[in-house]
C-alpha cells in the first residue's frame, strides 16, 4: 500500500477543519472516501498477497458490500434522513440514544449476567452490550485479514464486491493521541 504525498495533504487539511472551531464542519464522508486506498483482489492468491504485506499492527474488518460506510450499529439505528421534494437532511443522533441505551443495559444486566464491569468501565459495558446485539458505538475488527475475509464473503451479494477494510492501529494511536493532546491544551487554555 502506498501513501501518496496527496493522501497525506488530505488528511492535514482534514485535520485543520477539525481543530478550528470557526471552520465549517467537512464533509467528512467525501474526506473518508479520499483517505481510502482501494486495492483489488479478485483471485485467492492476490488477497493472500496484500494480507502479507499487512503483517505487524494492522486491523481488518469484512464487509459483504464494499459500498457500505464504516458506521456502527449505533449510527445505522439513530439516523435520522429527512426528504422533502426539494431537499434531504439527514440527522444523525446517536449520542442522543446512546447514554439512555447503556443506563438500560446496565439497570437489566445484572438479572442475565453474573460478572458485570464497574459502572465507571463505559467501554467494557459497550462491548457487553455488542455481543449481545445492542446497538452501540462499536465496531468490530480482527487481527486476522483471513477472519475478516470469512464475514466479507459469509454473506456477500453476488453483485456487488465485497471488502475487506484495514486500518494501521499505530498509525491511528498516534493520530488519536495527537488529537487528544491537543483537545486537553485547548481545555486547559479555556479554563484560564
Known amino acids: 500500500m502506498k501513501i501518496t504525498r496527496e493522501w497525506l495533504e488530505i488528511v492535514g487539511t482534514a485535520k485543520k477543519c477539525t481543530e478550528d472551531p470557526n471552520r465549517p464542519l467537512p464533509d467528512y464522508r467525501k474526506i473518508f472516501r479520499e483517505l481510502v486506498v482501494p486495492e483489488r483482489a479478485t ?5 493472500q498477497k496484500w494480507a502479507e504485506r499487512l503483517q505487524g499492527s494492522w486491523a481488518f474488518r469484512g464487509h459483504a458490500d464494499a459500498g457500505w460506510d464504516l458506521e456502527t450499529s449505533l449510527d445505522r439505528e439513530t ?3 429527512c426528504k ?3 431537499s434531504r437532511t ?3 443522533r446517536a449520542a442522543f440514544h446512546e447514554k439512555p441505551l447503556l443506563r438500560e443495559f446496565q439497570k437489566r444486566a445484572h438479572q442475565y449476567l453474573s460478572h458485570l464491569p464497574a459502572d465507571d ?3 467494557d459495558w459497550l462491548a ?3 455481543h449481545y446485539g445492542a446497538p452501540t458505538r462499536l465496531l468490530d475488527w480482527t487481527r486476522s485479514p483471513y477472519v475478516a475475509l470469512y464475514f466479507a464473503v459469509e454473506e456477500s451479494v453476488r453483485k456487488n ?3 475487506v477494510w484495514a486500518i494501521d492501529c499505530d498509525w491511528a494511536l498516534k493520530e488519536s493521541a495527537n488529537s487528544c493532546d491537543q483537545f486537553d491544551l485547548k481545555l486547559s487554555d479555556a479554563e484560564l
Request: charged share 20%.
Open 43 to 47: 483471485t485467492w492468491k492476490r488477497f
Open 128 to 130: 457487553l452490550m455488542q
Open 79 to 81: 439516523v435520522l434522513d
Open 84 to 86: 422533502t421534494e426539494n
Open 161 to 163: 464486491p465485497a471488502a
Open 121 to 123: 468501565q463505559i467501554i
Open 90 to 92: 439527514v440527522v444523525r
